[in-house]
Each structure stands twice: as C-alpha cells, then as structure tokens.
C-alpha cells in the first residue's frame, strides 16, 4: 500500500505536528526506520490508538527500499516492544 505523500511542505507540517500531539498525549508512537551503519532513511513505523482496547500497526517503507524485508524487521521489533516494553 502506497502512501499518499502530502503535496506540499506545509500540508507535510501539518501530518507530523499531528503525530506529535499524538505522541504527547500517549495515544501513539512514531519511529523512523534507518540504516544502521549509513543512517539512510528508510521509512516509517509506528503505533496507533494506543488508549483503544486493540491498538494497532503502521509501516511506510520507501519504494526503493522494499524487498529487503526492512518493514518485517521493523514490525517485529514494534511488535516485541509493544508487548515486553509497554505491556500491551
């Protein structure tokens, strides 16, 4: 699934202050995904609706990173850290 990129800097704005009130209001968390060893970036993951009774996944790996199963091992490890780390 694609993500639909903002059309402009302001409307881009506008998402990640978004994610931030979220963040403050411990209803979600946003990572970036980056190379170890170069720190490219390589996309996004994050936790939603934190509060709800089943909070969920969200992964946006760039298109020139799929296929190096970079999303699986960010899954994995938001999955194992939502459990051991946040008791979900």
Do not use: N, Y
Not at 8 to 17: C, D, P, Q, T
């Amino acid at each position: 699934m694609a993500w639909d990129v903002p059309e402009s800097e302001e409307k881009f704005r506008e998402v990640w202050l978004s994610w931030l009130h979220k963040m403050q209001t411990q209803d979600e968390l946003v990572f970036v995904i980056r190379d170890q060893i170069t720190s490219e970036f390589r996309g996004l993951c994050g936790l939603h609706r934190l509060k709800s009774e089943a909070p969920t996944v969200g992964i946006w790996v760039k298109e020139s990173q799929h296929g190096h199963k970079f999303g699986r091992e960010a899954v994995e490890t938001l999955i194992r850290f939502a459990f051991e780390d946040l008791g979900l």
